[in-house]
């Protein structure tokens, strides 16, 4: 592992401006280069809101106190024309809902040639050749039809794929990934998993997946950092996390997660003995 942090969170809390309230409370973690850190916690404990604090996307109504160090640079620091040139190119986050992401006037192909020419000197030819690459390893077919459409004409499943596609043409340094398959078929699921691997392996970055889903975690971190209630309430390396949580939280949602697959297995056997 790297000595120095690619990204070094310094006593974060987001407080909701209209009562005070903190949503992340004082909260502090260091995730290092080309590692996959998967954040897992129940809903509403401010994984999302840590997503967009990262990226400089929090709502007007929150204001964030603490510090967020992309390598030396302090995220604060940065201007909004700086903010342009690092979101997507350096930290990119890849959200749930994909329609949300999308110019609905224009094709889906326009949009990512013009996301490439914002941030690369590349001619058109090269362009062309990394959104081909780049649909590929999300395994999307038929893209000539799919880059002349516009986005209500696809699929929730093509849609986050064709974000994870632009994503990974972009190269970032850390990609966050907000509850990425949500949304999608088990089968869809699978795929999207793979070209986020492919993404830490072939690209070397850095991610950030948020999950409810334990399962997930399994198949693709190499730490975990469980939230609640606005803070960190444990993180390790997954091996360590999965074999030995030392918080009683942590325990619980293994157990948890632990009985609802013995169930379904239970469930799977007695219907394959019934047929
Ligand atoms: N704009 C906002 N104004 C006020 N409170 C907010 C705002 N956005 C989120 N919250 C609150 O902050 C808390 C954390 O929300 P967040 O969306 O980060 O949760 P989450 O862990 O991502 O949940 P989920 O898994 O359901 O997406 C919640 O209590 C939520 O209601």
């Known amino acids: 592992m790297s000595d120095n942090p690619i990204l070094n969170i310094v006593d974060l809390s987001v407080i909701d401006t209209l009562n005070q309230h903190p949503l992340i409370n004082h909260l502090s973690m260091a995730i290092y280069p080309h590692r996959s850190l998967a954040i897992v916690g129940e809903s509403g404990s401010g994984k999302s809101l ?20 992309f390598h030396d640079k302090r995220l604060s620091d940065l201007s909004a024309k700086q903010w342009q040139q690092m979101r997507g190119r350096k930290i990119s986050l890849v959200v749930q809902n994909a329609m ?62 064709v974000m994870i596609a632009i994503a990974l043409a972009l190269e970032p340094d850390i990609i966050i990934a907000d509850e990425p398959t ?52 444990e993180f390790n390396n997954k091996a360590a996390l999965l074999s030995a949580p030392k918080h009683p939280y942590t325990q619980f949602l293994l157990a948890t997660r632990q009985k609802l697959t013995e169930r379904f297995d239970k469930i799977r056997g007695n219907h394959v003995i019934k047929c």
Do not use: C, W
């Open 100 to 161: 949300s992401a999308f110019d609905p006037l224009m094709t889906i192909g326009h949009q990512f040639d013009e996301t490439l020419n914002t941030h690369f000197s590349l001619s058109v030819v090269q362009r062309q050749q990394r959104i081909m690459a780049s649909l590929d390893k999300v395994k999307l077919l038929q893209v000539h039809n799919l880059l002349n459409s516009y986005p209500h004409q696809l699929s929730g499943g093509q849609l986050q794929r």
């Open 50 to 69: 840590l997503a967009k604090a990262i990226v400089g996307l929090l709502p007007s109504s929150l204001s964030a106190q603490g510090d967020i160090f």
């Open 182 to 233: 949500t949304a999608l078929d088990a089968i869809t699921q699978f795929e999207v998993m793979q070209a986020f691997t492919a993404l830490i392996d072939e690209n070397k970055a850095t991610l950030i997946f948020i999950t409810h889903d334990l399962g997930l975690v399994k198949g693709i971190a190499d730490d975990i950092a469980v939230m609640k209630n606005g803070e960190i309430i």
